[in-house]
């Protein structure tokens, strides 16, 4: 591609290419190249507390949607939520399980 259309973007295996904002605007399409780099982490976490202040608590399935992450990602999400606020935490097991803010009175 010629320089300036494309950037590298870490992945999974490698570097992954992507257009550049540039040519998305261009090509009239300037939301796709938020889609096609993904929500940023400090992005999605926003994203969980605000599910979990309109619904009062989130499953993971719920983030893995939310995010477009995959299981092991949303995990992750939630356990570096979990570390960052002591009041966040897990409630019930296996298929029950949620993530919510907990009272250390109630807790």
């Known amino acids: 591609?010629?320089?300036?259309?494309s950037r590298a973007a870490p992945g999974r295996n490698g570097h992954a290419y992507h257009m550049a904002a540039s040519l998305y605007q261009r090509l009239g399409s300037a939301t796709g190249y938020v889609r096609a780099h993904g929500i940023d982490p400090l992005r999605q976490e926003a994203m969980v507390l605000e599910f979990i202040r309109a619904h009062g608590s989130i499953r993971r399935r719920d983030v893995m949607e939310l995010c477009?992450?995959?299981?092991?990602?949303?995990?992750?999400?939630?356990?570096?939520?979990?570390?960052?606020?002591?009041?966040?935490?897990l409630v019930g097991e296996k298929r029950g399980a949620r993530h919510q803010w907990v009272d250390d009175a109630s807790g």
């Open 1 to 5: 591609m010629h320089q300036g259309m």
């Open 68 to 89: 477009g992450l995959g299981g092991a990602q949303a995990r992750c999400l939630l356990a570096r939520l979990r570390s960052k606020h002591p009041e966040f935490r």
